[in-house]
């Protein structure tokens, strides 16, 4: 790059003398053409020497001239040094970009560059390989219409929330290659936010987790058909032990005392197992959801009489809240029942003496509301995003409460998703914890179907 200042130096130099030589020629011609006066001399007290006014001015302008020169020199070198520290940042951004997009291109998870309005700009090399396509090709999409057919309202949804500027995470759904092969993705949704909100594009990234999902498929399978099998003994046992108890043979207070054991104990296990058919069925979609009216109300009602002695002993204080119409509401009452009855079992136990659990349901036209709040324990808040997670157990609820599995909370997420609902809560540790249910009112006759 050139030197600007130094170049332009001597020419600048040359136009700076101009007021000296013209204030020096104006004054100066009186004297060389004979007309001066000895009215021009000027005498310098203090120093004893005297000149003329032609000199003292020609002085002046050589001084001004020098200012001028000074004040130029200083402002053209100052321009050079912003040119010379404008190039060096340019060309480390350029570097820096150059290196961005090469690890973008070489990544091997798939990215996506997207515009607002979701339209593909920029696919890496992963991503070509992940569906089988050009860059060329997959740009004639926008990112939310590669899914398979059977997830267009959960694509919509995210494509909806990343033009208003909200990001969405690890939402799994599969995604349709150009050969027509079908692919499980794990897709996070990232929106770029201008000031004020708005969305001016993004990057989407699809982990592929197909051989994850295989592998889960196989061990939900062995866990369902070794679930079944314990299903029969248990059963038989749960049979005699009653036969024992209630039999016309006496039994000493002792023998009484353990076959009850014994039953309680194999009740405890039917449970586990049936809570495990049921995880299993929600995960491999072959639970059957049938849409039919009734009365979620009573399940509530139903759910409290089974857990009388808990709340008894424990001197629980129960409030129940019933808004809007309740006689209109579709949905699968086995699914329905399955929430509640986790969502309010858990709040009985997790709640101390003394304690208050709440439940309330408001019905609307569209949906069911189901909010149930205790002032137990609470969820510790560096362990509230494991809170779904399939036998998962808060560090605080294990030690207050050892007999748990950790499936109730994760069999209410699932079932609520095949619903299509929403599941959420809200948890203060030693507070107490809210927990909040949206389930959708089926139209009527929806009839059955798999979820």
Excluded: C
Excluded at 192 to 198: L, N
């Amino acid at each position: 790059m050139s030197d600007p200042g130094k170049s332009s130096i001597p020419f600048i130099s040359l136009i700076t003398l101009f007021p000296a030589l013209l204030l020096g020629t104006i004054f100066g011609i009186p004297h060389l053409i004979g007309e001066g006066s000895a009215e021009d001399l000027i005498t310098l007290s203090g120093i004893g020497v005297t000149v003329t006014v032609t000199d003292l001015l020609f002085v002046i302008g050589l001084l001004l001239s020098a200012s001028i020169m000074a004040v130029v020199y200083y402002v053209l070198v100052s321009k050079y040094k912003v040119a010379v520290l404008a190039d060096s940042k340019t060309e480390e951004l350029l570097k820096s970009r150059d290196f961005f997009l090469r690890l973008f291109d070489d990544s091997p998870v798939p990215y996506l560059m997207v515009a607002k309005d979701g339209e593909i700009v920029l696919p890496n090399k992963a991503s070509q390989r992940l569906f089988q396509m050009t860059a060329e090709e997959l740009m004639q999409y926008k990112f939310h219409e590669l899914h398979d057919d059977a997830y267009f309202a959960q694509s919509r949804t995210i494509y909806d929330k990343f033009v208003r500027g909200v990001a969405s995470s690890d939402v799994e759904f599969e995604v349709v290659r150009k050969d027509g092969v079908r692919r499980w993705v794990r897709l996070s949704a990232l929106p770029y936010r201008k000031q004020g909100g708005k969305g001016k594009g993004g990057t989407i990234s699809l982990l592929d987790i197909t051989e994850q999902k295989a592998i889960d498929k196989v061990k939900t399978e062995f866990v369902s058909l070794a679930s079944h099998q314990l299903r029969t003994p248990l059963s038989a046992m749960k049979w005699y032990g009653e036969m024992v108890l209630q039999g016309k043979e006496p039994l000493s207070e002792k023998q009484r005392r353990y076959v009850q054991k014994i039953y309680k104990g194999n009740q405890r296990m039917i449970e586990l197992v049936d809570l495990l058919l049921s995880a299993s069925r929600l995960e491999m979609g072959s639970f059957h959801i049938e849409i039919t009216s009734f009365d979620p109300i009573l399940i509530v009602k139903d759910i409290f009489e089974e857990v009388t002695k808990s709340i008894k002993d424990k001197r629980l204080h129960i409030i129940e809240n019933y808004e809007g119409d309740h006689t209109n509401f579709f949905s699968d009452k086995k699914l329905v029942h399955m929430i509640l009855q986790n969502l309010i079992t858990n709040a009985v136990k997790y709640t101390n003496d003394d304690g208050t659990v709440r439940v309330s349901l408001t019905f609307s036209p569209d949906d069911l509301h189901v909010e149930v709040e205790d002032n137990g324990l609470g969820i510790p808040p560096e362990q509230q995003d494991k809170i779904f997670s399939k036998m998962f157990r808060a560090d605080n609820a294990r030690l207050k409460v050892a007999d748990g599995n950790g499936l109730g909370l994760y069999i209410i997420k699932e079932a609520v998703e095949s619903l299509g609902g929403e599941v959420g809560f809200t948890s203060e540790l030693n507070r107490g914890t809210i927990f909040t249910v949206t389930i959708p009112n089926a139209t009527e006759g929806s009839g059955t179907k798999s979820n």
